[in-house]
């Protein structure tokens, strides 16, 4: 399985979305597994189109003089692609906070997780949360965070005052 990653800058939507046109014609055989847009704002989000599969929308202004960015992963020779039917929906067509793609290869699953946002009063309790319904996300797959989450990746919204919180809730989680 060949992996192909493109970050994609552009100072309008309708530019990034001419991006992404030409990046997906000049690559046919390639199949999206995860999208992760970097906004200036939050309002841009609603310019955005509702998308299945792993899809994040961090606001985080692109460096540069950008207003909009896309980082792009895609695979080609993949033996199937399953996506989630829209962001926030779960197999059962339950919201669950997450958005996900499965590629299987070779007999290997290969799982993307996005778009954990949840509720709660400080950054512990919304992490606790997202952690929650990440691991209920694994279990319904028959999996396990011990046994085969390679990664996690988090996008704290102001990192510099949420920090102890995230940092406490997720220590928690990891600990044997």
Same mark, same amino acid.
């Given at each position: 399985?060949?992996?192909?990653?493109?970050?994609?800058?552009?100072?309008?939507?309708?530019?990034?979305?001419?991006?992404?046109?030409?990046?997906?014609?000049?690559?046919?055989?390639?199949?999206?597994?995860?999208?992760?847009?970097? +906004?200036?704002?939050?309002?841009?989000?609603?310019? #955005?189109?509702?998308?299945? *599969? &792993?899809? %994040?929308?961090?606001?985080? =202004?692109? +460096?540069?003089?950008?207003?909009?960015?896309?980082? #792009?992963?895609?695979?080609? *020779? &993949?033996? %199937?692609?399953?996506?989630? =039917?829209?962001?926030?929906?779960?197999?059962?067509?339950?919201?669950?906070?997450?958005?996900?793609?499965?590629?299987?290869?070779?007999?290997?699953?290969?799982?993307w997780t996005a778009g954990g946002v949840a509720s709660g009063s400080d950054s512990e309790s919304q992490?606790?949360?997202?952690?929650?319904?990440?691991?209920?996300?694994?279990?319904?797959?028959?999996?396990?965070?011990?046994?085969?989450?390679?990664?996690?990746?988090?996008?704290?919204?102001?990192?510099?005052?949420?920090?102890?919180?995230?940092?406490?809730?997720?220590?928690?989680?990891?600990?044997?």
């Amino acid at each position: 399985m060949k992996e192909l990653q493109f970050i994609l800058k552009a100072s309008t939507v309708e530019q990034l979305f001419g991006k992404e046109r030409s990046c997906l014609s000049a690559n046919p055989a390639a199949e999206t597994v995860f999208k992760r847009y970097f +906004l200036e704002d939050r309002s841009q989000k609603s310019f #955005l189109p509702v998308e299945p *599969g &792993a899809i %994040s929308y961090i606001v985080q =202004p692109p +460096l540069g003089k950008f207003h909009i960015a896309l980082w #792009l992963y895609m695979v080609e *020779g &993949a033996d %199937s692609i399953e996506k989630s =039917p829209a962001p926030d929906t779960n197999r059962s067509g339950q919201e669950s906070g997450l958005s996900f793609t499965i590629c299987r290869e070779g007999g290997v699953r290969h799982i993307w997780t996005a778009g954990g946002v949840a509720s709660g009063s400080d950054s512990e309790s919304q992490t606790r949360n997202i952690l929650d319904v990440y691991e209920r996300f694994l279990t319904s797959e028959g999996l396990s965070i011990e046994r085969n989450c390679m990664r996690t990746w988090f996008f704290c919204h102001d990192i510099d005052n949420n920090y102890s919180g995230f940092v406490k809730a997720r220590r928690e989680n990891f600990a044997v």
